[in-house]
Structure formats: structure tokens, C-alpha cells
């Protein structure tokens, strides 16, 4: 609880009175609450008064109410603070989260997609929220209306007390025995069953279009079901742990008046004063449920402390993958050409090493490829020059200098990327491609649309350049938003470029333009391009054959051809693919 409590009052930044203001307010709310109880018990005794006081009872009357309306309105003060607190600290969360996320290193949103992460946050911070806003502000009166309600139990009739204290103690001590520490270990269980319930439906969801296509049903519901029967048992289990135990709960904390009568009658015959026993009876009878309503209160209100320091870990192991070093004074990249020395790496939570000790050299100004099986880690090799992820052994430099000691922004500024499949974002067509260079005048981005062959793309739009894409906006198809994405390239035009299948999507005669294109681009830069189709990488500088995540071939196009190695047998089938795509379409002309 205190643990819980610090965490909050850290999110609440400058702000950090209104969480006691709206636990002192809710706490004199609850006091609020009981007094009128002796109020009614006065008005009772002055009842029975011979020489009753009409104007004492209205009095009181009027004091108990009063009173009460005090506490609901001091009750709702308590809670404005609160739901100060409560809005400050999930903003402040969000803020915390959103700023974590921008230090995480590009790799990390591969493996978290935006829905998980914008699910992540919104549902924890909101679980903050209500249990601040709401929950908290009653913790003053779980606490405090308990300790007053003894402390009246006490002032009246001590043996009374006591006889209505012994049931409340008896039927706590039986619920604790009976349920120990097996409520919190449930507690762990059930939210990791409704965690992974949501995760299956969410792929299941996801999952559709598979489905139908293959006409599966039984069998790939089989995961989302058996997530709902696990979730299923659990609830039915904690609800048969907690049957017994809360029936004898609650009647025996509701059988005090079994000790109480009794009690009573013993007590009449030894007091002096009857009237005054009979009005404690009346008194207790009235003012022990109250206890029962806070024990129950208490519960629900550590299973709410439960749910907020489960959703405060949740937000804070979203951001636990540590941010990329930086250097204070980052140094500035002078020269472009990129070294490979002995690095390994593999994706965080995998066993399996991804490359292997692979050392290398592109000298500025000079065009190298990538080539090799799926797999192989070809991709890998280009992410981690733009700080995707770090790898674990070895270091990467551009111009001799190590990447990590490089400030992000000018990574970013001198490199283009092309990726495997680009994605554009929700905005116009033209502010996806200004995002390669915001200051860009019309003629530069006239110039690059037409390089990257999206001439055809943007005319058929309704609103030309100003067509908005993406979700409830125009859709473009993985070839189109691959031309855009080169457009943006283009219009970058920054001393490193690096193209992961970047026309990989495109059809043969539009691939041939942009080919063209690009050797207009690519004239004079350092670069790194990688293809599938080997026509595309025949003519760079030096072409490194990755296999595994080794290096297994390295050399021109000539060179590995006369080596007869890997690379030769990978042309030999490409060339057979297409003279049977040729072969194919001439028969079908
Ligand atoms: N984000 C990731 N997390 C974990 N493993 C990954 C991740 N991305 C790739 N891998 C694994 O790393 C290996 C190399 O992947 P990579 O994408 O580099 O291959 P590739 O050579 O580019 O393949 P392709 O030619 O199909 O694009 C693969 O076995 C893949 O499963
Ligand atoms: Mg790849």
C-alpha cells in the first residue's frame, strides 16, 4: 500500500497536497457520517424523558442533519481533489509513458505493436484513474469510520461493546484462516487468464481473414476457447474458495445480537438505570452493521489497491526495455562510409543469434548488397546501422565514428531508409512525403514524385497530393505506398541510403523506371541495398552473401560467379525463374 501510495504521489508533480486534503476531507466525512448516530441516540433518550423537551429534540433534530449534509458536502470537496489528483496523475502517467517510449530504441516497436502499446496505456492509466479518483478517497473512511465506530462502542456500554466487538473478531480470524494467502495468489492467476483471454480475442479478431480464406473454424477458435474455459475455471475456483468462508462471515457478524439480547437482560437485572440500558441496546443495534459495511468496504477496496499497483507495474514494464546510450555532446557524423566490426546480435527474449561475428566495409560513395536466403538476417544487418537495436557484441561506425556515440538526430538526417514494407502514415500524400525533408520547396517535391514513378499514383486520387491516406482515408496498395515511400527518399536525398527490397512490390515496368531512377540517386552515395531479385544488385560495388547470419560469399558480380559457391547457384535459379516466367508468357500470348 505504502508502495502504491509513493508511486502516486511521484506522478503527481507539483501537486502533491491534494492527496492528503482528499483523504483528511474524506476522513472528516466519515466522522460526519457517525455522529448522527448520537444524535438519534440523544433524541431516543430525551423520548423517554418524563419531562420530554420538544425543542431539544428539534434541536438535535436539526444538529444530525445538518451534520450530514456537512459530511456528503465535505465528502464531495474530497472528491473534486481527488479526481484533481487522479487527472493529473494519468496524464502525467501517459506523459512518463509516451516520453519512455520515444528514448526506446526503433527495434522495440516491431515486437510492440501501436494497439498493444496504446492498449497498455490507456487501460492502465485509466485503472489509475478511477482507483485515485474514486477508491482512494473512501480508504480515509475505511480506516477512520472502523476506529470511531470502537470508539463509540466503547463510550456507551463497554460490555456491550465488547459483546458486539467478539463476532466482528471471530468471523475476520475464521475468513483469514480460511482463505490465507491463496486470495492473492488468485488474484495473480485471474489477471493473467483475463490478460491472455483479451490477447487471444484480439488475435482472433486479427486472425479472420485467415480463416476464411483457409475455411477454418473449430480448430482456430481452439486458443481463443481454451483461454475463455481457463478464465471460466478460475472465477468458478474463487468463487467455491470464497463460499464457505463468506457465509459464515456474514452470519456471524450478523448474530451479535444473539450475545447482545442476552447480554441485556443479564445487565437490567444489575443496572440502576434502565431506561439508560435500554437506549445503549438501541444504540448498539443501530451502530454495529455499520462495521460489517466497512469490512466489506475494505475488501473491495484492497482488491481496487490490488488492480492500480498491478496497472502501475504494467505501464512502467511497457518502458523497462533500457533506452539506447547516448553520449551528452553526441559527435557529429563527417564522413559517410560504414564499418561492421565483428558484431553479433540477437532480438531481445530469443536464444537464437541472429548474426554472427560479421565484420565489414563500405567505403564512402560505394554501392554494396545484401543477398541471401530469407531469413539469413539480412534485414538485421541494415536496422542496426540506423540504431534499430544495439547489438551485443562488436560495434558499427559511420565514418569512423562508433553509431552509439552519434546523436539520433543526425543518424536519422543522414541515412534513408527504404524499408521491406514501408509504411506511411495517416496525412496527405504530401505530408508524407515532406516528411523526408519538411523545408522542401514544390519543385524539389515535384521532381522526387516523378523520380519515384508516383506521377500516375497521385492523378487518379480525388484530391490529388492532398489526398488523405490511411484509416477512413484513400487506400493505396503495397506497391503504390512502396513508390511514395521512395519519393520521400528522393526528396531526402541523404548521403546514406539504404533500400530493403524497395521495388520489391513493384511491377516489372515501373521497377525498371524507378531502377533508373535510383541510379541517378544513388550516384555518389554510400549505399547498402538489398534484393531478392538479383538483376537489381548486379552492378553494385561488392555484393556479401549472408547465410545464417554469417557472411558466406563476398565479391562482385563476376567474382561470385566464377566461384561457383552459393551466389552462383542462387543465379542459376533466379535466371531458370525467369526464363520460365518469359517461357510462360510467351506461351501465353
Ligand atoms: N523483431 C524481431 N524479433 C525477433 N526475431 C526477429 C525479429 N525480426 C527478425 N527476426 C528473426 O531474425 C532472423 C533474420 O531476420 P531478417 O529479417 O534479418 O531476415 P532477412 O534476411 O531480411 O529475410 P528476408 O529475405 O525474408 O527479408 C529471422 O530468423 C527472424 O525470425
Ligand atoms: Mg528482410
Redesign the pocket.
Known amino acids: 500500500m505504502i508502495n502504491i501510495l509513493r508511486k502516486l504521489v511521484f506522478y503527481m508533480t507539483g501537486r502533491k497536497l491534494l492527496l492528503p486534503f482528499a483523504l483528511l476531507f474524506s476522513a472528516l466525512s466519515s466522522i460526519a457520517t457517525l455522529v448522527p448516530f448520537i444524535f438519534i441516540w440523544l433524541i431516543a433518550r430525551e423520548c423517554l424523558n418524563p419531562n420530554i423537551s420538544h425543542s431539544l429534540i428539534k434541536s438535535y433534530a436539526i444538529w444530525a442533519v445538518a451534520i450530514s449534509i456537512a459530511g456528503i458536502l465535505i465528502y464531495f470537496l474530497s472528491l473534486t481533489l481527488s479526481h484533481l489528483a487522479a487527472f493529473r496523475v494519468e496524464t502525467n502517467m501517459r506523459k512518463k509513458a509516451m516520453s519512455k517510449l520515444l528514448d526506446m530504441p526503433l ?1 522495440f516497436f ?2 510492440n505493436t501501436s494497439g498493444r502499446i496504446r492498449k497498455i496505456i490507456d487501460d492502465n492509466a485509466s485503472i489509475t484513474h478511477s482507483f485515485l479518483a474514486h477508491q482512494l478517497p473512501d480508504l480515509a473512511g475505511t480506516i477512520i469510520t472502523p476506529l470511531a465506530t470502537i470508539g463509540l462502542l466503547f463510550f456507551f456500554d463497554y460490555r456491550m461493546g465488547l459483546a458486539c466487538l467478539l463476532p466482528l473478531i471471530f468471523s475476520l480470524t475464521i475468513l483469514r484462516l480460511m482463505i490465507g494467502s491463496r486470495g492473492q495468489e488468485f488474484m495473480n492467476n485471474y489477471m493473467n487468464a483475463l490478460e491472455s483471454m483479451n490477447t487471444e480475442a484480439v488475435e482472433y479478431v486479427r486472425g479472420i481473414p485467415v480463416v476464411k480464406t483457409f475455411q477454418q473454424t473449430i480448430f482456430s477458435f481452439k486458443n481463443f476457447h481454451n483461454s475463455i474455459i481457463r478464465y471460466k475455471k478460475m472465477v468458478m475456483s474463487y468463487t467455491n474458495l470464497w463460499e464457505k468462508p463468506m457465509s459464515g462471515y456474514i452470519v456471524i457478524i450478523n448474530s451479535f445480537a444473539f450475545i447482545l439480547v442476552p447480554l441485556t437482560i443479564i445487565l437490567l437485572n444489575y443496572s440502576t438505570n434502565l431506561t439508560q440500558t435500554i437506549l445503549n441496546l438501541f444504540f448498539y443495534v443501530l451502530i454495529t452493521p455499520v462495521f460489517g459495511h466497512c469490512i466489506m468496504r475494505s475488501m473491495y477496496l484492497s482488491q481496487a489497491i490490488g488492480h492500480a499497483a498491478q496497472a502501475i507495474d504494467r505501464l512502467e514494464d511497457l518502458s523497462k526495455t533500457p533506452p539506447l546510450k547516448a553520449l551528452d555532446i553526441p559527435i557529429k557524423i563527417k564522413s559517410y562510409n560504414i564499418n561492421f566490426q565483428d558484431v553479433s546480435f540477437s ?4 536464444k ?1 543469434e ?1 548474426l554472427r561475428n560479421i565484420s565489414f566495409t563500405i567505403p564512402e560513395g560505394k554501392t554494396y548488397a ?1 543477398v ?12 542496426l546501422i540506423a540504431r534499430f537495436w544495439d547489438p551485443q557484441n562488436g560495434t558499427i561506425s559511420i565514418g569512423n565514428n562508433d553509431v552509439t556515440e552519434i546523436s539520433n538526430n543526425d543518424l536519422m538526417n543522414n541515412i534513408t531508409f527504404v524499408f ?1 514494407n514501408s509504411k506511411l502514415f495517416k496525412g496527405s500524400i504530401l505530408a508524407n512525403i515532406k516528411y523526408g525533408k519538411p523545408e522542401a520547396s514544390m519543385q524539389d517535391i515535384q521532381r522526387a514524385i516523378d523520380l519515384a514513378q508516383c506521377r500516375n499514383i497521385i492523378e487518379k486520387l480525388p484530391d490529388g497530393l492532398d489526398t488523405i491516406i490511411g484509416p477512413h482515408g484513400t487506400y493505396l496498395s503495397g506497391g503504390e505506398q512502396q513508390r511514395i515511400a521512395l519519393a520521400r527518399a528522393f526528396l531526402k536525398n541523404a548521403p546514406i541510403v539504404i533500400l ?2 524497395a521495388t520489391a512490390f513493384s511491377d516489372p515496368e515501373n521497377e525498371d523506371l524507378i531502377q533508373k531512377s535510383l541510379q541517378r540517386l544513388l550516384r555518389g552515395k554510400t549505399v547498402l541495398l ?1 534484393a ?1 531479385r538479383l538483376s537489381s544488385v548486379k552492378n553494385a560495388d561488392n555484393i556479401f552473401v ?1 547465410k545464417d ?1 554469417k557472411i558466406a560469399e563476398q565479391g562482385s558480380h563476376d567474382m561470385l560467379l566464377l566461384k561457383e559457391g552459393l551466389y552462383h547457384s542462387m543465379w542459376n535459379t533466379y535466371q531458370q525463374s525467369i526464363e520460365w516466367t518469359i517461357g510462360k508468357e510467351a506461351q501465353y500470348a
Open positions: 527495434g516491431d515486437n532480438y531481445p527474449d530469443s537464437h541472429t545484401l541471401g536466403p530469407s531469413g539469413s538476417g539480412k534485414t538485421t544487418i541494415a536496422r521491406q530493403d527490397e538489398i531478392h549472408i547470419g
